[in-house]
């Protein structure tokens, strides 16, 4: 059923190029999404392995996104999810790229108690992909809300045609600084921000650039969300710092590409 494809219209495409977001509906099926979960609440709970745990419980940064990366490298049901064609096609089509292939998944878990929430930044400054300023757009992200998500338990906000703006600095997620307020960005307008209420199985695709936030969560259940992290085919290795990237044996300037980074679309 992973490999039923998803046809973006008209409309949603011309929205995620003119705003540099989209929301998609039922991407998933009620089936689909519970044999998603379990394989998520499986991925979290194990421990070792080749993925990632990015902070342990009481950490600061654990407060912001209890975050697991990479989950299809340890678990085979993530992986038919991660790996299948579905989602990257539909990105293909949004995006406009000839190609896409897999950077990184990560599972990201806001928990409840004291959760913070996740400050407004972009994406692509933290990942390690050299800009050719012909087409300095090669990254985009799907974000699988696995629950009901609004402003009570962690949904997204992003600010239209944000995509647009260029060379500003990664921002610190635990202790961040105003991104607003970074020269660059005084033509962003956080007061136009859309605020994305989701129903479980639904998506939302948002590229590199975009401004986006993640609320806090306010109730006594973890939100529970999966992302996927896509690049245009082609797109070269920065030689950038990254932990999906370390001890590959990449050079800078060489494509990203091979068994890690598969091509699905």
């Known amino acids: 059923m992973l490999h039923t494809k998803v046809q973006a219209t008209e409309e949603q495409i011309a929205y995620y190029q003119e705003n540099g977001f989209v929301q998609i509906d039922n991407v998933l099926s009620p089936e689909e999404l519970e044999e998603l979960r379990n394989c998520l609440n499986e991925t979290m709970g194990h421990t070792g392995g080749n993925s990632l745990q990015t902070d342990a419980s009481g950490g600061a940064y654990y407060k912001v996104l209890n975050q697991r990366v990479n989950t299809w490298r ?3 049901g993530m992986a038919r999810f991660v ?3 579905r989602f990257a096609d539909l990105g293909k089509q949004l995006t406009g790229f000839a190609g896409v292939r897999l950077f990184h998944d990560h599972a990201l878990f806001k928990m409840p108690g004291d959760s913070k929430p ?10 390690p992909m050299s800009v050719d300023e012909s087409r300095p757009l090669h990254g985009f992200s799907i974000w699988i809300a696995l629950d009901d998500v609004d402003e009570h338990n962690g949904c997204m906000m992003f600010v239209p045609k944000s995509q647009r703006i260029r060379n500003l600095k ?12 970074q020269q660059g960005a005084s033509d962003m307008d956080r007061n136009t921000a859309v605020i994305v209420r989701m129903k479980a199985g639904s998506c939302t ?3 590199g650039m975009t401004f986006h936030y993640a609320h806090s969560n306010h109730t006594d259940q973890p939100r529970r969300a ?3 992290i896509y690049f245009e ?10 932990a999906v990237t370390k001890d590959q044996g990449l050079v800078a300037g060489e494509r990203l590409a ?3 980074f598969p091509k699905l679309a």
């Open 74 to 76: 340890d678990h085979g």
């Open 83 to 85: 790996l299948g064609d």
């Open 118 to 127: 996740t400050p407004w930044h972009q994406d692509r400054p933290y990942w």
């Open 170 to 181: 990664s921002v610190d997620l635990v202790t961040p600084e105003d991104i607003f307020a």
């Open 205 to 207: 695709f948002h590229d």
């Open 226 to 228: 999966l992302a996927i």
């Open 233 to 242: 085919d082609g797109t070269q290795f920065s030689g950038a710092d990254h």
């Open 258 to 260: 091979g068994p890690l």
